[in-house]
Nanobody, 128 residues
Framework: QVQLVESGGGLVQAGGSLRLSCAASGRTFSRYTMGWFRQAPGKEREFVAAVRMSGMNMYYYGDSVKGRFTISRDHAKNTVYLQMNSLKPEDTAVYYC????????????????????WGQGTQVTVSS
């Protein structure tokens, strides 16, 4: 079994910053991918960012967060981080950490259906 534990959500004013963390434990994989998705009330779950946890440092972002959010990884700690800057009210959502037990190719890394394991979610609220 894989457990994903997220932390770092909260309430922030527009223009502020937050940093989310997600630590994976339990079953380990030699090559895997971790990502962040978010879901606002009444909306579908949306891709935010993802990174393969080994190999080259290549990062993937959703269009709505490019230039504002940064994903990073610590392979030794099985942890992924999401630094969120210049937050907007439309960033308000529950943010979910996800893990795929394979090194996803770029063509599918943004698809939530490629991820088998999910965290419980952490609320991010941005006030205007």
């Amino acid at each position: 079994q894989v457990q994903l534990v997220e932390s770092g959500g909260g309430l922030v004013q527009a223009g502020g910053s937050l940093r989310l963390s997600c630590a994976a434990s339990g079953r380990t994989f030699s090559r895997y991918t971790m990502g962040w998705f978010r879901q606002a009330p009444g909306k579908e779950r949306e891709f935010v960012a993802a990174v393969r946890m080994s190999g080259m440092n290549m990062y993937y972002y959703g269009d709505s967060v490019k230039g504002r959010f940064t994903i990073s990884r610590d392979h030794a700690k099985n942890t992924v981080y999401l630094q969120m800057n210049s937050l907007k009210p439309e960033d308000t959502a529950v943010y979910y950490c996800a893990l795929s037990p394979s090194a996803l190719i770029s063509g599918v890394i943004r698809s939530l259906y490629e991820y088998d394991h999910w965290g419980q979610g952490t609320q991010v609220t941005v006030s205007s």
